[in-house]
């Protein structure tokens, strides 16, 4: 997977001007009315139910496991390369000798404990998933009161498994921390010194060239995350935190729905233009890392330490991205929750049953996590095959 794609596909955290521009966006575009609303909903499930959009996703899943085993040969094959640069014993400017293969060890082993421990908690997420549609399921025909108690029962359960998950999360933040720290030590350690001037220089621009792109690029996809979840809100109730899950466990199926929920209208022109302005961003970062690499070109010793690392960095922020998924299933579902709760405080009087189109949005979010349940079920056995 390309730098590119793992910016565009971790769930990156929405900031309050993103969201409030939103929100400006989204009202503009007419889903306020409950018609319009109701129409973008059915488009959404309708898409959500598609065969080969579930077929996709299953499939996209399931490559977790092969990730896996790439990640493991990757450490292998890294400590054969950093235990014979240990052999030649190379020195440092101030002439202390550079040992790398024993702190590759250690982040090996973190590596094979965040993955145990993610297997422990995941099968949890799952449960809980259920445990939403079942609710949301029962919706139609319950009281405000019966339905208040059941979502108490089930925030106070979600507070317990919350604090397990984000354990996991702190596992696999800190190995991803870990491993950029240590590649900056490899880059220091195999460094050529005599470097030219006019090298270094042009290095140092395709560097910051490459910062600020990928600066513009998480914008971007704040923008767009946010305008997906503002819209989708509109259509299911107290859905936000699942259509984050989504995104990131299966980004492609997430964008075909939203493609078809909001492809007229002034909301799906906006989403459009973003999708566009992404891709050419996406195609400027591309060639830039190409200059980097052929900037490289006569720092051989540099160059193949720099190839070596570079897969297993790669697969490894690919398996962080999809536990950090979960992770983000944990830390907004009791959010989504309480966003039900509050809509049924405001929509629904003490003996009155649930409106029409109330039940219609508890519909769409009913119909998200079960997709998202069967996609953190196939996400565990992937797990547990690769082990």
Not at 6 to 28: F, G
Not at 94 to 105: A, Y
Not at 221 to 243: D, F, H, T
Request: charged share 25%; proline share 2%; net charge neutral.
């Amino acid at each position: 997977m390309s730098t590119t794609m793992l910016l565009t596909q971790t769930v990156i955290p929405l900031t309050e001007s993103h969201l409030r521009q939103a929100e400006i966006d989204v009202l503009k575009s007419g889903l306020q009315n409950d018609a319009t609303a109701k129409k973008a909903g059915d488009a959404f499930n309708a898409v959500l139910g598609n065969p080969e959009v579930t077929k996709r996703a299953y499939e996209e899943i399931k490559t977790l496991a092969n990730t896996i085993r790439t990640v493991r040969g990757s450490f292998q094959t890294i400590s054969i390369a950093l235990g014979t640069f240990d052999f030649f014993r190379f020195r440092d400017e101030n002439g202390r000798v550079v040992q790398l293969g024993g702190k590759w060890k250690e982040l090996s082993t973190h590596f094979e404990k965040a993955l145990h421990a993610s297997v422990e908690v995941a099968p949890g997420a799952v449960v809980m998933m259920n445990k939403v549609k079942d609710i949301l399921g029962g919706a139609a025909g319950a009281k405000r009161g019966d339905l208040k108690a059941r979502l108490q029962a089930f925030m106070r359960e979600l507070k317990v498994k919350e604090a397990e998950a984000l354990d996991m999360k702190n596992h696999f933040q800190d190995l991803a921390d870990r491993i950029r720290i240590f590649w900056s030590e490899v880059e220091l350690a195999l460094a050529i010194p005599l470097v030219d001037a006019a090298r270094k220089a042009l290095l140092n621009a395709i560097n910051a060239r490459l910062h600020e792109l990928s600066r513009q690029l998480i914008d971007l996809q704040q923008k767009l995350n946010a305008l997906q979840v503002v819209a989708l809100s509109k259509v299911a109730i107290g859905g936000a935190g699942a259509a984050m899950a989504i995104l990131a466990l299966c980004p492609s199926a997430f964008t075909a729905a939203m493609e078809s929920a909001f492809r007229s209208g002034e909301i799906g022109n906006i989403i459009a233009d973003a999708q566009k302005q992404k891709q050419i961003l996406e195609a400027e970062i591309a060639t830039t890392i190409a200059k980097m690499g052929a900037a490289y070109t006569e720092q051989v010793i540099l160059q193949i330490y720099q190839q070596v690392l570079q897969n297993p960095k790669r697969y490894i922020d690919e398996v962080a991205v999809k536990v950090e998924a979960v992770v983000n299933i944990w830390q907004t579902i009791n959010l989504d929750m309480h966003a039900l709760y509050t809509d049924l405080e405001l929509n629904v009087d003490d003996n009155a049953p649930v409106t029409a189109f109330l039940i219609a949005k508890m519909t769409v979010a009913k119909e998200m996590y079960g997709k998202l349940a069967w996609l953190l079920d196939t996400y565990v056995e992937a797990l547990k095959s690769a082990l």
